[in-house]
């Protein structure tokens, strides 16, 4: 089974401001690893992935997260936030397809949320 | 693009009432999903279907039902509401094992009040 934590459940920062949101993860097999974001009244939308391949992953709206297999870390980064990124973030783990696992492990699991507050 | 559609997108219920919220999906995807979202907890897996006709419990199952009797449509019924249920409701599907990058899309939302 795979678990998510997120370590901060808020963050404020300033606009212009670095902001790094910080995820652990817990498995027994390799996984693909996702961040995604929902603005108010939203659903949920996929910022990046992690499949494979190069640990330095970059998504949309100039985010981007970095793979640690030894940390089993997937934090978020963004070197300068706008006010239009205050949102909830999530962190999430999924077994990979070919790790031999069986479907009951082709969920998603998610993290609690990070929620990231932007002020001027 | 429709994408993933969910219904109805909000609804109030007393306890002891049933309903049911559909899930529509238009991208031929084989796994579809329903969470909840409640504060502080994230979303928590209640159901999921690998296919057509085939269902099985995720992480917080008790209360809810689903049924999978076609492809593109996933149900989640609740039989006898109960104000736990209070939360929002959210729908998702991907494609299947073998095409499978691990993204899952969402529907919107469906917020559900039990009094």
């Known amino acids: 089974a795979q678990s998510v934590t997120q370590l901060d459940s808020q963050v404020p920062v300033f606009e212009e401001a670095p902001v790094e949101l910080r995820c652990n993860y817990s498995?027994?097999?390799?996984?693909?690893l996702f961040w995604y974001v929902q603005y108010p009244n939203q659903g949920l939308q996929l910022l990046l992935k992690y499949l494979s391949g190069s640990t330095l992953v970059k998504g949309i709206n100039g985010f981007e997260a970095e793979f640690n297999k030894s940390q089993t870390s997937f934090h978020l980064r963004k070197p300068s936030v706008h006010i239009s990124d205050t949102a909830e973030y999530f962190c999430a783990v999924r077994a990979r397809s070919d790790s031999g696992q069986n479907q009951a492990g082709t969920a998603l699991i998610f993290g609690k949320g990070t929620t990231l507050s932007v002020s001027s | 693009n429709a994408g993933v559609t969910q219904t109805p997108k909000f609804r109030v219920l007393k306890t002891g009432q049933s309903m049911t919220l559909l899930c529509a999906q238009d991208?031929?995807?084989?796994?579809m999903y329903w969470y909840r979202q409640d504060p502080g907890m994230g979303l928590r897996l209640i159901h999921y279907s690998v296919g057509e006709g085939t269902t099985a419990k995720g992480e917080v199952p008790d209360g809810y039902n689903v049924s999978r009797l076609k492809k593109q449509n996933f149900l989640l019924g609740l039989e006898s509401a109960a104000p736990s249920q209070t939360s929002v409701y959210f729908c998702a599907s991907s494609y299947g094992r073998g095409t499978n990058t691990g993204e899952l899309f969402f529907g919107e939302g469906s917020r559900l009040t039990v009094l």
């Open positions: 498995s027994s097999v390799s996984v693909y």
């Open positions: 991208m031929n995807h084989e796994y």
